[in-house]
């Protein structure tokens, strides 16, 4: 059984920093394309970070570009997202993700088969 659990998220201030980890229990996690998602009351959830397989290639949301980092450790099957410079407008549930469908549109939700139950990052100005 496919299982993503996302940890690490919590309350910050302006400008602070949090890691969120996400544990995978997925077959072939090494060549699984991964990434995280974020959601916001009542916005559409939005595309943050993704990394190839193999960890060398990554891409990420221009919101978040120079602030977040996405990296993986294929030996713990885990994947991590280390947020800093953290701002009010990245307040929101973050979700794991892992790909189901071979595609280039790696910030199309649709494409992501596999989705962890969110962990909730709020930071206060």
């Known amino acids: 059984q496919v299982q993503l659990v996302e940890s690490g998220g919590g309350l910050v201030h302006t400008g602070g920093s949090l890691r969120l980890s996400c544990a995978a229990s997925l077959s072939s996690f090494s060549s699984r394309f991964m990434a995280w998602f974020r959601q916001a009351p009542g916005k559409e959830r939005e595309f943050v970070a993704a990394?190839?397989?193999?960890?060398?290639?990554?891409y990420y949301a221009d919101s978040v570009k120079g602030r977040f980092t996405i990296s993986r450790d294929n030996a713990k099957n885990t994947v991590y997202l280390q947020m800093n410079s953290l701002k009010p407008e990245d307040t929101a549930v973050y979700f794991c993700a892992a790909r189901f469908v071979y595609s280039d549109s790696y910030y199309d939700p649709r494409i992501y088969g596999y989705w962890g139950q969110g962990t909730q990052v709020t930071v206060s100005s």
């Open positions: 990394i190839r397989g193999n960890g060398g290639n990554t």
